[in-house]
């Protein structure tokens, strides 16, 4: 069997993060399509492993239980994320909290804090619980390490998830009104020290005014070596060799 070839991250619009392992797998990150104004139409997926969801917003987990019926997926997140979930249909949930790692199948996962809310609403308007919000710190087994901080203000203490994981791919939110917007999104990006940024969470509705040319604007203005990589809903990216 050969060497796996380099992972391949494709932004399906929104937060919405599928990557292409390079041994076959694939896994999903907050995988929201359905009523999507953002994303590409008819996304589909020949095959899918694992789906991970940074909290229980619904434009974070839209889709969570179709694709996990679908393809047998495993869902990771929080423990009470994956106990509602496997209490409306999903049958394969691995629940985990901020702090803690798990394997799946060679691929680490760490989940780590967001400062952001985390909740389901239900029919009529009732909200359950949902776990705190939380980013995830994935290790391919290539050794490709990204970071998917889902919805997030900015923290200082993102400086600790560079300095324990040394990412060298960050998904960050810019759109701003809910999360970060890009002048603190490009602090984000000095404290992570990554060498590559794609922005996520902007554009898909008024409301989320930051953009990806704000973004590389403020991190020339904070001569961050940060690069960023402005993905359109569809578009794929590998990192270069």
């Not at 070839?5 to 041994?23: A, I, W």
């Not at 691929?107 to 909740?119: F, G, K, L, Y």
């Not at 970060?180 to 008024?206: K, N, S, Y």
Request: aromatic fraction near 8%; include cysteine; hydrophobic fraction near 40%.
């Amino acid at each position: 069997m050969g060497s796996p070839t380099k992972p391949r991250f494709t932004f399906l619009g929104h937060s919405c993060v599928r990557c292409d392992v390079g041994d076959g797998r694939v896994l999903v990150i907050d995988p929201w399509l359905t009523g999507n104004p953002s994303a590409p139409k008819d996304v589909s997926f020949e095959r899918l492993d694992l789906i991970l969801a940074t909290h229980a917003h619904a434009d974070h987990t839209g889709d969570v239980v179709r694709l996990a019926a679908e393809h047998d997926a495993l869902l990771v997140g929080t423990h009470e994320l994956c106990c509602y979930f496997e209490n409306h249909g999903v049958e394969r949930a691995r629940g985990m909290n901020v702090g803690g790692t798990q394997t799946v199948d060679g691929i680490r996962v760490t989940q780590v804090r967001a400062d952001h809310s985390s909740c389901f609403m239900e029919e009529g308007g009732r909200i359950v619980y949902g776990g705190v919000a939380t980013g995830f710190v994935v290790k391919l087994p290539d050794g490709c390490v990204f970071y998917h901080a889902g919805d997030t203000a900015l923290y200082s203490d993102m400086s600790l998830i560079g300095d324990l994981w040394r990412p060298e791919l960050a998904f960050l939110p810019i759109g701003d009104h809910y999360t970060m917007d890009p002048e603190q999104a490009a602090r984000a990006c000095r404290l992570v020290g990554a060498q590559w940024v794609i922005p996520i969470h902007h554009g898909t509705f008024p409301s989320l005014t930051g953009t990806p040319a704000d973004l590389a604007r403020a991190l020339h203005e904070h001569g961050s070596a940060t690069r960023v990589v402005a993905l359109a809903p569809g578009e794929s990216w590998s990192p270069p060799d």
